[in-house]
């Protein structure tokens, strides 16, 4: 029997069909239409899988009563190591609507969640991976931890993306007494000063004080976890104690507007290339920022996922470009 080889990036994320509402800023209907699509952890296992083979990378997708052949058919041009399905006869597949009113985005459940927690990955392929990603408030992230510690000589890479609706003010104290077990911690800019009460919008300055804040307080053990702010258009900035703050810039900025045509689902991706970089640059989190920068960038590109196909030297293409041509390119620029 062939020795269990766990995954080098697996999230807890959950597996949603998101719908759209477009609304203008006195509720009537913009005439705007977007196809349902698949969200939520996707995102962060396709930001991995850009980067690592299917048998590398590992989610859990609960498939209801109602599940659509076409979704089937969607995640496995992917590869169909990545997803390990459970069938839920007696609910339906995990539902939200993204409503959309002028500048304002709400984001509601239509269906039960059923939430995707350690120990559903005991006894699977996805037992043990190296790094582990989820998305929660903090007691959420704290509960996780707790399983994690169930395990024997498990100690994954946890990468934290928290939820937006929890990075307030309130939620600090949780949000602190938690970040001593989280390896990696990476909300995004607003999120970020929100929790911690300072002024918006965001600028470089407030992004560098927020990120030295949390590692004031002290993330991972002894301090010596990370922070990763993701921050749009800025970039991204990523900090330690050890080594001090950089700023990553983005793949696409300012000058390629028409590239930006989609930020669903960049914030996951960027997370799942990290993980999936951590692993290629001995947990380099610097570098691995680069390769978190590539997944979003293909992933802003459209609405929905990237398109996978086969270059002629067998490498995978992604939006008919290649990631390690776009990361070399990206070097280039930041040095």
């Given at each position: ?16 069909i ?63 190591d990545?997803?390990m ?57 704290s ?90 258009e ?13 700023w ?28 999936a ?28 996922l ?30």
């Open positions: 029997m062939a020795e269990h080889k766990p995954p080098q990036f697996v999230t807890l994320g959950m597996f949603i998101d719908e759209f509402s477009f609304l203008d800023e006195d509720g009537n209907s913009t005439g705007k239409m977007l196809s349902p699509q698949e969200s939520g952890g996707t995102y962060a296992a396709i930001g991995a899988r850009i980067w690592l083979e299917p048998d590398e990378v590992g989610m859990v997708v609960d498939r209801g009563h109602d599940w659509p052949s076409y979704v089937q058919k969607d995640l496995e041009r992917y590869g169909s990545i997803w399905f459970r069938d839920q006869p007696d609910a339906k597949t995990t539902r939200a609507l993204n409503s959309y009113m002028g500048d304002h985005r709400s984001f509601d459940y239509l269906t039960p969640r059923i939430r995707i927690t350690p120990r559903d990955l005991k006894g699977t392929r996805l037992a043990g991976a190296t790094r582990l990603h989820f998305i929660c408030s903090p007691s959420r992230a509960a996780i931890m707790s399983e994690v510690r169930e395990v024997p000589d498990w100690d994954p890479i946890t990468i934290w993306e928290p939820i937006p609706d929890r990075c307030v003010p309130e939620e600090l104290e949780p949000l602190i007494e938690v970040l001593p077990s989280i390896s990696i911690l990476s909300p995004n800019a607003e999120e970020a000063l929100t929790v911690l009460s300072l002024p918006l919008p965001p600028t470089k300055e407030t992004i560098e004080e927020a990120a030295q804040k949390f590692l004031d307080i002290g993330v991972g053990g002894d301090g010596e976890g990370a922070v990763i702010i993701r921050s749009g800025l970039g991204a900035y990523v900090s330690t104690r050890s080594k001090g703050g950089k990553m810039d983005a793949y696409w900025t300012a000058s390629n507007p028409e590239k930006v045509v989609d930020v669903t689902g960049a914030g996951n991706s960027f997370l799942g290339g990290l993980g970089g951590l692993s290629l640059v001995d947990d380099d989190v610097y570098e691995a920022t680069m390769y978190a920068t590539i997944s979003a960038s293909y992933v802003i590109e459209q609405e929905g990237p398109r996978i196909s086969m270059a002629i030297d067998g490498s995978s293409l992604w939006n008919g470009d290649s990631p390690k041509e776009r990361l070399k390119l990206l070097r280039e620029r930041s040095t």
